[in-house]
């Protein structure tokens, strides 16, 4: 069965613009993580949505969020891009989230200047 | 929520030899605990995990150990090889699903 997929896998925005990623679970996979990852600092943990509830969230300033559908397809926003969000944004769903393999997808890279 | 830490962050040895990473928890109610492979430009993926209720589980040259009592769990490679070159991840995750990373180690297996 297909993967997780993520898109857009590249993309540049400017300091203060906004952006939207998108992740497409696993079919049957209810739960979907968002990380943030970048250099020194391994998978920092976004949120988790699992029913279109969040049920977790980590801690990233206001400017992160994030939502899923009926669907299980989820998406989410950085609002007033600053430089260090430069990083690779990656995805991951499981069929319920608890003591259960996380499925990644290879990331959204976003490179803000 | 959960802080896991991960030692060494970077880890050189020689093909054939030994290779042990360290992870430490810091929330008591955290009850599994996986550990990612992540090969240079590809996704984490799952190697090993074990679950609270387990002090130990190997599976061919892998093997992890936990400690409930000290809250350190560490992830044993042997006879290394150098496929086995990648950056790995420990996480811990809670009752509240809360899964928490560690930095994450870079090993280096030299031929």
């Given amino acids: 069965k297909a993967g997780v997929t993520q898109t857009p896998r590249y993309l540049i925005k400017t300091r203060g613009q906004q952006v939207t990623l998108s992740c497409s679970p696993i079919s049957g996979h209810r739960s979907v993580s968002w990380y943030q990852q970048t250099p020194g600092q391994g998978l920092q943990f976004l949120f988790e949505y699992f029913s279109e509830t969040q049920r977790n969230k980590g801690n990233f300033p206001g400017r992160f969020s994030g ?26 769903s499981s069929l319920s989230g608890g003591m259960r393999e996380l499925f990644f997808g290879e990331g959204s890279r976003l490179t803000v200047l | 929520g959960e802080n896991v830490e ?49 002090g130990e589980k190997k599976d061919q040259r892998i093997a992890v150990t936990l400690n409930k009592t000290a809250k350190h769990f560490s992830l044993h490679i042997t006879e290394t090889q150098p496929e086995d070159s990648a950056v790995y991840f420990c996480a811990a995750r809670t009752n509240n699903n809360d899964m928490r990373f560690g930095a994450g180690t870079r090993l280096t297996v030299k031929p």
Avoid at chain 2, 12 to 41: H, R
Wanted: glycine share 4%; charged share 20%; net charge negative.
């Fill in chain 1, 67 to 92: 939502r899923q559908f009926s669907n299980s397809r989820s998406e989410m926003n950085v609002s007033t891009l600053e430089l260090g969000d430069s990083a690779l944004y990656l995805c991951a």
């Fill in chain 2, 6 to 54: 991960q030692h060494p962050s970077t880890l050189s040895v020689q093909e054939g030899d030994s290779a042990v990473i360290k992870c430490t928890y810091s929330d008591s109610a955290s009850n599994y605990f996986p550990w990612y492979k992540q090969e240079l430009g590809k996704r984490p993926q799952l190697i090993i995990d074990i679950r609270s209720n387990v």
